[in-house]
């Protein structure tokens, strides 16, 4: 895969991936072209279409197109099937994924393909493997995030690792009577 796009029904471009080093404006060019070129097309035409030294495979979820390059080798409906996994595990992670959540959790969806695919390829096809990934991620950072708080909170108390109070009942130790 040379690179992936999500773009809006408006054009808006949401995420774009580049599996291949480009200009950033060759990036804008391509972009603007393609997402004209898919935006024309009519819902009931094919998903795949020719464009440059490429093969172009689209879908579209709801509001939202998912557009691949491929190169002219490289199999439609393999790519087909990438696209809609991505979308699977979006699901998944978001709970019905939709565009709003592409746009306030875009480094999520980022996350969320890195996971997925690597250089272009499918790295890991079990949507449970990626979802736990993403699951030790999302914990790992949350560990990060609260040890940040630590300190300062820390810092305010000097004795802040002692007990507040020790309530407990003192036992001692005595021989029963006989």
Not at 9 to 17: C, D, E, I, T, V
Not at 30 to 35: A, D, H, K, Q
Not at 51 to 70: H, N, T
Request: charge should be positive; glycine fraction near 2%; proline fraction near 3%.
């Amino acid at each position: 895969m040379q690179f992936m796009l999500l773009f809006s029904r408006q054009g808006k471009l949401r995420l774009q991936k580049w599996y291949v080093p480009l200009s950033d404006k060759e990036k804008k060019k391509i972009t603007r072209e393609l997402v004209q070129t898919v935006l024309a097309r009519k819902p009931k035409m094919c998903s795949f279409l020719e464009w440059r030294d490429l093969k172009i495979v689209y879908k579209r979820y709801a509001s939202l197109y998912f557009c691949c390059a491929i190169e002219d080798q490289d199999n439609e409906l393999i790519t087909l099937e990438i696209i809609h996994r991505y979308v699977e595990l979006l699901d998944k992670y978001f709970g019905s994924v939709c565009e709003l959540d592409i746009i306030f959790n875009f480094e999520k969806a980022y996350f969320i393909l890195d996971e997925f695919l690597l250089g272009g390829e499918a790295q890991e096809t079990s949507k449970k493997n990626v979802l736990k990934a993403i699951e030790q991620a999302d914990l790992l950072q949350e560990v990060r995030h609260m040890k940040q708080r630590l300190p300062a909170a820390s810092s305010r108390r000097s004795d802040s690792h002692k007990p507040l109070r020790d309530d407990r009942p003192k036992h001692t130790h005595t021989q029963p009577d006989h």
